[in-house]
Structures are given as structure tokens and as C-alpha cells.
């Protein structure tokens, strides 16, 4: 019954899925699935507003996205 964005978490033991936890907003990394042309966060609002969306299709490339995060001083 949820609507609206949110991520579902699992543990994988002895290939068996367990629950971890449902949190009803989107993951932390949801900003990265726009590296597929496809802007979830964009999506998730337009829908929330009752605006009719087109959801594009998705780039089938194949590539590796990661995100690395660095402190930084800012003193």
C-alpha cells in the first residue's frame, strides 16, 4: 500500500533474501539513477503533484557509477 518513493533494503545469507528494512522516501542514491536519463526524483514530485508523466526510456549502456565522498576543511 505504499505510494510515492521508497526503497526496500535486503541481506543476501547463504543466497537466501532477508528484509532489512522499508523506508518510505527514496535511497541515498537515488540521484545517481539520472545517470540512466531516466530523473527519478523529478518523476516522484510531477506524480505527487497529479501531473501526467512520460517516463523515458532508459540508456542500456553499460557503466559503473560510484560516488566518493571526501572531507573536506572548511575553516
Known amino acids: 500500500g505504499l505510494y510515492g518513493p ?3 533494503q535486503f541481506r543476501m545469507h547463504n543466497s537466501i533474501p ?3 528494512e522499508i523506508n518510505t522516501r ?3 542514491g537515488t540521484h ?3 545517470m ?5 526524483p523529478y518523476l516522484a514530485m510531477e ?3 497529479l501531473r ?3 517516463i523515458p526510456e532508459y540508456k542500456k549502456e553499460k557503466m ?3 560516488q566518493v565522498e571526501t572531507p573536506i576543511n572548511l575553516s
Do not use: E, Q
Not at 540512466?36 to 527519478?40: A, E, S
Open 32 to 34: 545517481l539513477s539520472c
Open 36 to 40: 540512466t536519463g531516466i530523473n527519478i
Open 64 to 66: 559503473r557509477v560510484s
Open 18 to 20: 532477508y528484509l532489512l
Open 6 to 8: 521508497f526503497n526496500i
Open 52 to 54: 501526467r508523466v512520460d
Open 26 to 28: 527514496m535511497s541515498g
Open 47 to 49: 506524480t505527487a503533484m
